[in-house]
């Protein structure tokens, strides 16, 4: 479909020197004699993109201006000016307009300037559908989708929220997992009641119990106060167990017991204490395998995965990918006080390519590190890293026949290391294991 053009100057000959060069570009052109014509005719609708003079009569092109953004702020706006008005044009372009182009006019530097524009209009309209589109249908709480997959990990969240049921989310690393968990205790009865949320893989062996159950003056070295654990800090309320995973089959047998008696002792203590906690958990590993193999409690296992939300990787939900990249640009431009308003439609296709191994998290990274450093208002294909836009980049490893599995294992991890750049957070993520796994076996197989 045409874009239609509006010009508005009170000399005739501009006006219609302008549709004659304009319409030959493809434009459907209206034309208007004064500010006042023009903007009943805006009003009217279809206008794409205005072309005002900024002295005529009855209304000033300022004037104009004003009342166009004021109503149609995705409208773009072109002054044209003589010499003497330069420094009005500068002045209304502060005040919103697109650009000004000097009379005598040179044709083709408007026709530059009208593509640009209305490229840039687009953009920004398809940014504001998307943005509309999250606030009015595709987000639950904090959490991005619109595909199927997300569709249904919303309608579990609707079900289990209300209930009293432990919950267990499975994902990979930066999928999400813990707006997951956030979702369903800020939509449940107990959303008034605290919340606490706990790492188990980022708080050592040896402190978790404490961490977790809180222990008497004196149980240890260093002890020299009573401590309350994060499940009774929790009571009444819902406690978060990131990475369960992680937990040792000593700690194991402890967390039965709490599910199952509902209390437990600080350390060092001898008074059983009460506590009523729902528990959502969340991990990156298949429970169920490590239940055949012995890593990980049968018994605690059928405790806590009562309901079950498996969050799909970025890759396999590359529908959101556009809603979530207007959110973090806008969240992102907001923070950092720049004008990134948008991006085109080829940089925003080499970011829904790229498969993430880091998941959501490294889309939110990328972006926020696109923002922070691209120099335009459009994020263009020269904004996106390198790594991601490549085309040849080596995504498959292949291995005799015959190798052993430690070999094999051995070649993958050091494959997916360089792949990754040497990043070991990403290569865990990759390899979908977590990162105390990952350094264990770099260092088993004296991988630098």
Known sequence: MKAKLLIVDDEKHIREGLEKALSLDGYEVELASDGRSALDLIEEGDIDLIITDLKMPNL???ELLKETLDRFPYLPVIIL???GTIENAVEAMRNGAYDFITKPLNID????IVKRALENSSLKRQN???????????SFESIIGKSAPMKKVFETIELVAPSRANVLIYGESGTGKEMIADAIHHNSPRRENPYIKVHCAAIPETLLESELFGHEKGAFTGAIARKRGRFELANQGTIFLDEIGEISLQMQVKLLRVIQQREFERVGG??????DVRIISATNRNLKEDTEKGNFREDLYYRLDVVSITVPPLRDRKDDIPLMVHKFIEEFAKENDKKVEGITNAALQALVSYRWPGNVRELRNVIESIVVLTKSTIITEQDIPSYIMAKDEQTSLKLPAGISLPDAEKELIRFTLEISGGNKTRTAETLRIGRKTLHRKLAEYGIG
């Not at 504001?128 to 595709?138: D, F, G, P, S, V």
């Open 81 to 83: 000016t003589g010499h």
């Open 60 to 62: 000033s092109g300022e």
């Open 128 to 138: 504001r559908e998307l943005l509309n589109q999250l606030e009015k249908k595709y």
């Open 109 to 112: 530097k408007l026709s530059l």
């Open 270 to 275: 001898e008074a059983p204490i009460k506590v």
